[in-house]
């Protein structure tokens, strides 16, 4: 008998062993644009959408490759991203994809929705990319516009946009309405820095729900008057662990809400600006069929002046319940209204342990 440790050894596992390693190099398939024929330079100044798009079409149509792009500056727009696949540089700041000047419009998109399609794409994602919209030089045009279900936004910066970071649209150009599933995107580890428009833009309809937002870095976003994540729908959000600093109009708004998350999120609303005499930093407004829940939130404001000022505006409806627990509200300067409530349901709103400090007036 042998004893613990001196078990004889079994060749026979090897091959299985090898085969195992070997696998990966099969499975996860990728192309380097860098490459001939698509050769794309990070140098060059010239419009290189063509050779990247033909690159894009080869990993869609292989079933869902990874495009991996250089190092440097990359000038494109109009770019469709097929089903399953994965663009990725790198690093934010590494690979930068630029809208040329005078583009206008926007820089990549949904296959699905750039070929007007009734339905969302499926999975694919961008990683490591620095995506830079021109809006010096540009006068329309978002930088991603998403109408997907499962995409992966990752470790990517969204700047300069002459409209949105990211536009979530389920309505493509000609008017076609997605009539299938268009959820559970995730925007994850992300910075969205002065663009236009919102850092995060989602119109209502068309099945938008359940899409992740973790903490992600918003600063300066807004300035034509949006929120800096805006949802028109926004039913199973989870948007948690975001910083939000010098929004124009204010840090989130997210209507036609239910089963919506928001936690532990800065919101800092110190360059915020009144919209119809009234600051409202945050706003949250029911849809009428389900709960939200607002945690462990920091609500605060370095402003001097501002109008009116309210950090959390809610409206809810009868069939609505809303918890708010754990948030801190705090005005370093000015008078500032913690919370106000609107509508039918407001006694479905439940308050339990938040703090109001400093110069906010308590409700």
């Not at 894009?56 to 079933?63: D, I, M, P, R, V």
């Not at 620095?130 to 969204?158: E, H, I, P, Y």
């Not at 036609?256 to 407004?285: E, K, M, W, Y």
Request: overall charge positive.
């Amino acid at each position: 008998m042998n004893s613990p440790g001196n078990e004889p050894h079994d060749t026979r596992a090897a091959p299985v062993v090898l085969v195992l390693l070997l696998l990966p190099a099969f499975v996860f398939a990728q192309i380097d644009a860098s490459k001939a024929p698509y050769s794309l330079d990070g140098k060059s100044t010239k419009d290189q959408s063509a050779a990247l798009q033909a690159a894009l079409a080869l990993a869609g149509k292989n079933g869902g490759d990874r495009v991996v792009l250089p190092a440097g500056t990359i000038f494109v727009k109009g770019l469709a991203l097929p089903n399953r696949v994965t663009l990725s540089g790198h690093g934010i700041g590494a690979t930068v994809l630029k809208l040329p000047k005078g583009a206008d419009t926007f820089l990549i998109a949904s296959g699905t929705f750039v070929g007007n399609k009734p339905w969302a794409n499926v999975y694919g994602g961008l990683r490591d990319l620095t995506l830079d919209g021109n809006k010096a030089q540009n006068k329309a045009g978002s930088l991603l516009v998403l109408k997907t279900w499962r995409m992966l936004v990752r470790d990517c910066a969204f700047q300069s946009s002459p409209l949105h970071g990211i536009l979530m649209s389920p309505v493509t150009p000609d008017g076609t309405v997605n009539k299938n599933g268009f959820a559970e995107v995730r925007i994850i580890n992300c910075s969205f820095d002065r663009n236009a428009g919102a850092g995060v833009y989602g119109k209502g309809g068309g099945n938008l729900a359940d899409g992740m937002i973790y903490e992600n870095n918003f600063n300066g976003n807004g300035s034509l008057g949006y929120y800096q994540i805006d949802l028109q729908r926004s039913a199973g959000f989870h948007i948690v662990g975001n910083q939000m600093y010098a929004g124009k109009v204010g840090d989130l708004r997210a209507m036609g809400a239910g089963a919506l998350i928001v936690r532990g999120n800065n919101f800092d609303g110190s360059s915020n600006t009144p919209v119809d005499g009234r600051v409202r930093q945050v706003v949250i407004q029911a849809g009428g069929w389900g709960s939200c829940v607002i945690a462990a939130n920091l609500f605060h404001n370095h402003a001097k002046k501002g109008g009116p000022w309210t950090m959390l505006h809610m409206a809810a409806h009868a069939k609505d319940a809303i918890s708010v627990s754990g948030n801190v509200f705090r005005s370093e300067q000015i008078e500032a209204t913690p919370y106000t409530v609107a509508g039918k349901g407001k006694d479905s709103v439940v308050f339990s342990g938040n703090a109001i400090q400093k110069r906010s007036v308590k409700q």
